[in-house]
């Protein structure tokens, strides 16, 4: 059964009348009576009732009536999806990690946003467990995470690598120069449970360092604003503080004995996913898909 038939039957029943449903759909009425009766040729039913100027529709054509709205619907429906990836549109859906959406999210994204304006972004924040499980579950298409989880198999590609500095407010006097001496010193550190702490913490047993926790907050822009004002020093990850390090109102300190910090992004989807045109720009530009 083509669509057009379909399309004229319904715009028929709807004005009853050829001749009007001609007009609007800038045919002549032969060409109109000529679908109806392909349509019920088709059916082997007769479809609408002629008697005198009235027109109404037969059983056949009230059944016919409900189920083709329904078709010209999904048609309709599966030709606005399948246009994404022709006219560039569609929908792209990711969910990161509060350091990634705040810090590194905004500039990729308007790149992309410039370069593909008809597409339509949605970002889910939340740790990395949590986020795992949304792409898992296909709810979002992509990811960004520092944390895998392995047994649900995604598809893991590593796309930014964070130095996690010490650093303290200007003009700071007391620079460590070993472990012990760091030791003395107070520490804001982000809250206890998070995906950052816990790298932080993996570090410290290495090194076999306490730290002197004076303060834990939940927000990073918080973190940074105590340690400028001299409450405190913080290791903090440099996407988050590349302006202050150039503008001096944080100063990065080395610890003598101690390996650079790397914390480790990684972009996630599922194995065998169909990747959208949306989804394959994005991963263009970040460099993971040629």
Do not use: C
């Not at 990690?97 to 946003?113: A, D, E, K, M, V």
């Amino acid at each position: 059964m083509e669509i057009t038939p379909l399309k004229t039957f319904l715009k028929v029943a709807s004005l009853k009348s050829f001749s009007k449903a001609a007009e609007e759909l800038n045919l002549t009425q032969p060409a109109v009576t000529q679908q109806i009766k392909q349509l019920e040729r088709e059916l082997e039913q007769p479809l609408i009732d002629r008697i005198g100027r009235t027109l109404t529709l037969t059983p056949a054509g009230e059944i016919l009536l409900a189920y083709a709205q329904q078709i010209i619907n999904l048609t309709d429906q599966a030709q606005e999806t399948i246009a994404q990836f022709s006219n560039q549109q569609g929908r792209l859906t990711l969910a990161a990690g509060t350091t990634n959406t705040i810090f590194r999210l905004p500039s990729i994204l308007s790149r992309y946003h410039a370069s593909h304006p008809g597409v339509e972004i949605r970002i889910r924040n939340g740790a990395s467990a949590l986020i795992n499980t949304l792409v898992y579950e296909n709810a979002v298409d992509v990811g960004l995470v520092t944390t895998i989880n392995p047994s649900l198999n995604l598809e893991t590609i590593p796309v930014f690598n964070d130095r996690i500095w010490l650093v303290a407010p200007p003009l700071f006097q007391d620079i460590p120069t070993n472990t012990a001496e760091l030791e003395k010193l107070p520490l804001i550190l982000y809250r206890s449970g998070s995906g950052f702490r816990k790298f932080l913490q993996n570090q410290f047993n290495y090194y076999h360092f306490t730290p002197r926790v004076s303060m834990e907050l939940e927000s990073l822009e918080a973190i940074i604003r105590f340690v400028q004002h001299g409450l405190g020093l913080a290791f903090l990850p440099e996407v988050a503080i590349t302006s202050e390090l150039h503008e001096g109102s944080l100063i990065p300190i080395e610890i003598p004995g101690w390996d650079p910090m790397i914390r480790q992004t990684y972009l996630i989807y599922r194995k065998k996913k169909y990747l959208t045109w949306p989804v394959k720009a994005f991963l263009e530009q970040l460099g993971v898909l040629a």
